[in-house]
């Protein structure tokens, strides 16, 4: 029975698991694959897999190898994949970077974050990656001692779509097996001395803690991996319940009384989503757990909640997300009767009116109509007879916070304030009873 179980199989199996997850990604012909080439046996068989499939699929296939310059034989193994490239008839692209071995975040980081750099210059429509199930296993047990969440845990996708999109066709497949496969065929390739150095957390987890485990737990890699599987699909519904609440919620900009009857978990689940989708990294959890706290304890208080590389600001009933530093001073665009203009995350719509808003043919006559930030000396009329107010008094007076000031948008007619976010449009540019109007509505 154990000679049944660890025999390698058979020769095909490899291309076919290859090519069933090029068809489950929609990989079209005309459209190019990039390798990551690290010259290593992994990358060296999908190199060779995508090769003697390249016919058959209909796609170009190319490769890209950088080259760290942390290992003296780095020159070696940006000749080998050349010469691997070469004998194939594949495109190659070498990128050499500068790893700094001092990094903060340790060299590993420091070569993996330059690494992916490189490769994001690589003109393709996929980026190809020899990951296997024991890197899976691996990768899910290392997230899950430094403390990860569902989505860290759910660890690599065979097929991540962007641009490029990413492909790891060997994720179904063991070391033993991508071993067998290249020596079924004589290939050579190169071995990373780094490889085994087991200062790394990675390697110590590889060469001593997973041979302990799968021999007291002969199904710990494919479980491990199964495992990620799941994690993957929980946190794809994690996604779907945060798309519900935010469209409950409000929408772009969240009603924050919505928002608080949800519990503390749908929140922060659906504050770490939109982090997410914003295209910055999600907080620790420490830190949701107190911004939902936080406004929890002054529901009607304005807040802004540093979340590391986003902001959670409430204000007015209204709660957003915006950028660290997302509120510094915008440029002016001229106004030429668009429906709306950009403004920051949000935009300001111009919506006709009757009755009501800017009169328009007073803005019809103007020589210039520009929206953007307040300036020195901004003050508006809020109603016929008051006195003009400064933007600071205004400001004062109805109690906006200081670090929402510089985002108002302030709309211009040939140099004098007619509209500011928050507070209105000033008393000498309002429309008459029945006259044509235009009212602005700032959407974060």
């Not at 001073?329 to 800017?358: D, I, K």
């Not at 933007?391 to 200081?402: D, H």
């Amino acid at each position: 029975m154990a000679a049944t179980r660890n025999r390698t199989p058979p020769e095909p199996v490899a291309e076919e698991a290859v090519a069933a997850v090029l068809a489950a990604a929609g990989v079209a012909p005309g459209e190019t694959l990039c390798v990551a080439l690290s010259g290593g046996v992994d990358s060296t068989v999908l190199l060779h897999i995508l090769a003697r499939l390249r016919g058959r699929c209909g796609f170009t296939l190319a490769a890209a190898h950088v080259h760290h310059g942390l290992s003296p034989n780095a020159d070696a193994w940006l000749e080998a994949c050349r010469a691997s490239c070469d004998i194939l008839g594949v495109a190659f692209h070498p990128f050499r970077v500068h790893v700094r071995r001092d990094d903060p975040a340790g060299p590993e980081a420091a070569a993996r974050a330059a690494r992916h750099a490189a490769l994001a210059r690589v003109p393709c429509d996929w980026l190809a990656f020899g990951h296997h199930q024991d890197d899976q296993a691996e990768t899910l047990l290392f997230r899950l001692l430094r403390g990860a969440g569902v989505r860290g845990a759910g660890a690599m996708a065979d097929v991540e779509r962007g641009t490029p999109g990413r492909l790891r066709p060997l994720l179904g497949l063991r070391r033993a097996q991508i071993a067998a496969w290249a020596r079924a065929r004589g290939l050579t390739w190169v071995e990373d001395e780094s490889n085994a150095d087991e200062r790394y957390a990675r390697n110590l987890l590889r060469h001593r803690v997973m041979p302990v485990l799968e021999e007291a737990f002969p199904g710990t890699v494919p479980v491990l991996a199964r495992a990620g599987a799941q994690f993957r699909e929980a946190d794809g519904l994690l996604g779907d319940l945060a798309r519900l609440d935010e469209a409950a919620c409000g929408g772009a900009t969240l009603e924050r009384a919505k928002l608080l009857l949800l519990s503390d978990e749908r929140v922060r689940n659906l504050l770490r989503w939109r982090i997410r989708a914003m295209g910055l990294e999600a907080p620790a959890r420490a830190r949701l757990v107190e911004a939902v706290r936080q406004l929890r304890a002054a529901p009607e208080q304005a807040l802004r909640l540093p979340l590391g590389a986003a902001v959670c600001c409430a204000y007015r009933g209204r709660l957003w997300l915006e950028p660290e530093g997302g509120r510094a001073v915008h440029g002016t665009t001229v106004w030429h009767g668009e429906a709306e203009l950009p403004w920051g995350a949000g935009r300001v719509v111009l919506a006709g009116a009757v009755g009501e808003g800017l009169s328009r043919a007073v803005l019809d006559r103007a020589r210039e109509v520009v929206l953007g930030p307040r300036w020195a000396g901004l003050a508006l009329r809020a109603g016929v007879g008051r006195p003009r107010r400064s933007f600071k008094n205004l400001c004062q007076e109805a109690g906006i916070p200081a670090w929402l000031r510089d985002g108002l948008p302030v709309l211009s007619v040939d140099g004098a304030a007619a509209w500011i976010g928050e507070f209105g449009v000033a008393a000498e540019f309002r429309c008459a009873p029945g006259e044509p109007g235009v009212v602005p509505i700032w959407e974060r």
